[in-house]
């Protein structure tokens, strides 16, 4: 059963506009999240986290929002860069290591 | 410092063989995960290991197998290939404490013929 699910395959945004990704869960005994971002024939990169704690998280253009009674997280890129460009998963756990459970991920292109 | 190394990055065998792959972590890191990314499934948790240990599986069968070495290397063995374990498989490591510090490797990408 898929526990994590992004919905939204891909997405298309302008340079400089924000770009926002979604995520939603289904267990809520997750209380750790995270997201990844990742280019083709490499590994995932860890962009940002929050634990359940918590229901924002910053860091420079990358924010993270958590909605708990929803079950639903979020990402937000602003402004969007080219670099940017790659597919973005959302991942979740119930313990301090090992195992994260994956959505399968989003497809962000940002055009100039 | 050195990031997560795989080996080897590409690899071709046949039905009914056996693979290993190796994951030499980040200096200092002692768990070491492993997931397979494939097309259909997305990103699937296989094993992790402290401390030579297995500390949580995931739902694969007992052909995917691991194991831990005292410097914290890993390795990731595949008995009897099927067609459907062609996949990028995924090494990560981090300091085994808390979730922050995940450091993924670039992959092996096996294709079984």
């Known amino acids: 059963d898929q526990q994590v699910k992004q919905n939204s395959p891909s997405l298309s945004v302008q340079e400089g506009r924000i770009s926002i990704l979604n995520c939603d869960y289904t267990?809520?005994?997750?209380?750790?999240f995270l997201w990844y971002k990742k280019y083709p024939a490499e590994g995932p990169t860890f962009l940002i986290s929050?634990?359940?704690?918590?229901d924002k998280n910053e860091d420079g253009r990358f924010t993270v929002f958590l909605n708990k009674s929803a079950k639903h997280l979020s990402l937000h890129i602003v402004p969007s860069q080219p670099g940017d460009s790659a597919v973005y998963f959302c991942?979740?756990?119930?313990?301090?290591?090992?195992?994260?459970?994956f959505g399968a991920g989003t497809q962000v292109v940002v055009t100039p | 410092k050195a990031g997560v190394t795989q080996t080897p990055r590409y690899l071709i065998k046949t039905r009914g063989q056996q693979v290993t792959l190796s994951c030499s972590p980040i200096?200092?890191?002692?768990?070491v995960s492993w997931y397979q990314q494939t097309p259909g499934q997305g990103l699937q948790f296989l094993f992790e290991?402290?401390?030579?240990?297995?500390?949580n599986k995931g739902n694969f069968p007992g052909r995917f197998s691991g194991r831990q070495f005292s410097n914290s290397r890993s390795e990731m063995n595949v008995s009897t290939l099927e067609l459907g374990d062609s996949a990028l498989y995924l090494c990560?490591?981090?300091?085994?404490?808390?979730?922050?510090?995940?450091?993924f490797g670039s992959g092996t990408r096996l294709t079984v013929v």
């Open positions: 267990n809520s005994m997750f209380d750790y």
């Open positions: 991942a979740v756990t119930t313990d301090s290591w090992g195992k994260l459970q």
């Open positions: 290991y402290f401390s030579e240990t297995q500390r």
């Open positions: 200096s200092g890191h002692r768990s």
């Open positions: 990560a490591s981090s300091l085994g404490q808390g979730m922050r510090g995940y450091t």
């Open positions: 929050i634990s359940s704690i918590k």
